[in-house]
């Protein structure tokens, strides 16, 4: 704080970064109050899936969701088991 | 018909059974007959904002139950003509409110003639709160300029378009208030609050009043007497304002904008 505003008194104005985050949190929650909860079912499904072709652990699938700009994305990750 | 009315919030301690005594009251100043229910079973506390709780005999839940009629149970307000008062139970648990019982009450208020049924939610968004929401045709969501009670609101909001009676049966759907509550122009003027544009954008519900935040709530809820009877307050005069939009008429919004006070009143004090 520098002598200037010790003299004159300081006020945050944080009232645009409270509507920011709002505006996050709000539109997140209202498209997807069932959005990320379904990520491990898909999980489990992946697994059960690609078993099918390939011998994975279940830990080599990770599934996260990301957002980029106003898209949500679903990242899929699958480690293949290394070939001897 | 009668119109039934829930105050709601989500959150809790933004104004919600202020409101509730406040809007009632407005109601029935207006001349509509009116009664108030308080849905907070085991956390009542309208009976008090009210000033009738010594006058409590029976209460919401023994109607339901049958242990007593509706006539035994409404208390007739002290304050203004046409509006009695259904007390929530401070013993039973919440499950005692259910969905055939509510129905049960409010169709025979309806019966007796009643205009406006006011129903004082809970906080939560738990069964005494869907409760609450499930038979309303118009919904006041009270809300404080603060990031918490926003989100919660909001919550709310997508609570009553799918779970209200309207939304569940696809009629036209519930039509939804915004009361902003607890209101200081000077922080919201100073950046230091969110401003009640700032809130109604990001609820996207038409804007029914705003409350200025006032001491007059608190000598009001000491005495038990509803805030819109403190004459002259802002904080009434807003209410009355409220009913009045609601109502269908138009008053422009008054005690929003921060006016610097001038140089005797800063000399010599003054609200």
Known sequence: MSWLSLIFGEKKATASVAKERLQLIIARER????????????????????SKYVKI?????????EKQGNFEVIEVNIVLPEIR | MATIITIT?????VGKTTTSASIASGLAMRGFKTAVIDFDVGLRNLDLIMGCERRVVYDFVNVIQGDANLHQALIKDKHADNLFVLPASQTRDKDALTEEGVEKVLKELEHQGFDYIVCDSPAGI??????????????????????????????ILGIIQSKSRRAVEGREPVKEHLLVTRYSPKRAHEGEMLTYTDIQELLRIPLLGVIPESEAVLHAS????????????PVA?????????????????????????GLLKRLFGGK
């Open chain 2, 222 to 233: 000491n005495q038990g007497i509803p805030a819109i009877h403190q004459k002259d307050t």
């Open chain 1, 31 to 50: 498209v997807g109050l069932s959005g990320p909860d379904f990520l491990p079912d898909l999980q489990k499904d992946l697994v059960a899936v690609i």
């Open chain 2, 237 to 261: 005069d807003a209410y009355l304002d409220a009913i009045g939009r609601f109502l269908g008429e138009t008053h422009p919004l008054r005690f929003v904008d921060y006016e610097k006070p």
């Open chain 2, 126 to 155: 738990e069964h005494g709160a869907v409760m609450a929401l499930t038979f309303a045709d118009e919904a006041i969501v009270v809300t404080n300029p603060e990031v918490s009670s926003v989100r919660d609101s909001d919550r």
């Open chain 1, 57 to 65: 652990n279940p830990e080599d699938i990770k599934v996260g969701l």
């Open chain 2, 9 to 13: 919030s989500g959150k809790g301690g």
